[in-house]
């Protein structure tokens, strides 16, 4: 890979109570998948194997799977929090949970809570924290794993809003469906200049996921 780059990916999604069982298999594999497509196109557009990390905030669900999975694939990984170590623990009320939170953080290279600058810029009451480390996974981010249902944000913070502020500042998503059906890939209006590294991410990517246009209820709430 080029001097210094590393290819750098997000990723954003529900909880387990908004993943239903019969299709966690399945999103799992498809988070396997799309991480192993991202590290061969980051490869593919240097020409060098590609140093690679993770962003993730480690709640249940989404976050997890894909924490898990690069890990298993030798990533580095980032974790942004909304709250503190010790607040944050308090999202996961089972034991089996909290140990499987504790192990994450354990196994990152960084843990970041939120700044109290950043959460009182981004506003949004109660969601302000979980809008504000949306904000800071995707700050680095050249690709947005996104595992969503498909509905409009009913807040800030929520995984359509992550997905559209990351293809506003020119990150690529790859959206796979929490209910079902292909994973996506959806790219910012216009491209990345051509030529650039997220522009050849995008096409080396583009020869393994669908194309889409960004569906209306992925914005801003």
């Known amino acids: 890979m080029s ?38 196109a980051a490869r593919s557009a ?10 993730s905030a480690i709640a249940e669900g989404a ?18 929090l909304p709250f503190s170590v010790e607040r944050y623990a308090d999202d996961f ?19 970041s809570p939120a700044p109290e600058e950043l ?5 949004g009451g109660g969601a302000a924290p979980y809008a504000a480390v949306g904000r800071m996974l995707i700050e680095k981010a050249d690709l947005l794993l996104c595992v ?3 509905l409009p944000p009913k807040g800030p913070g929520g995984t359509s809003e992550v997905a559209a502020l990351m293809l506003e500042k020119g990150g690529l998503v790859l959206w796979i469906p929490a209910q079902g059906g292909e994973t996506k ?12 590294f997220r522009r050849k991410l995008h096409e080396a990517l583009a020869a393994s996921f669908a ?8 914005r801003i709430a």
């Open 119 to 123: 959460v009182a810029s981004v506003g």
């Open 211 to 218: 194309r889409a246009p960004r569906p209306p209820e992925m």
């Open 185 to 196: 890939l959806v790219g910012p209006a216009p491209l990345p200049r051509g030529g650039t």
């Open 46 to 55: 240097t020409g060098a194997t590609a140093r690679c990390a993770l962003y």
């Open 148 to 150: 969503w249902n498909g």
């Open 3 to 40: 001097a210094g780059r590393t290819l750098n990916v997000a990723v954003t999604g529900h909880r387990l109570n908004q993943l239903p069982e019969t299709e966690r298999p399945r999103i799992q594999s498809e988070i396997v998948r799309a991480l192993a497509a991202a590290e061969e």
């Open 93 to 111: 009320p089972e034991q089996a949970s909290k140990d499987h939170y504790q192990r994450l953080l354990w196994a990152s290279r960084r843990v």
């Open 63 to 80: 976050d997890r799977y894909a924490a898990d999975a690069a890990l298993a694939r030798g990533w580095r990984l980032i974790t942004p």
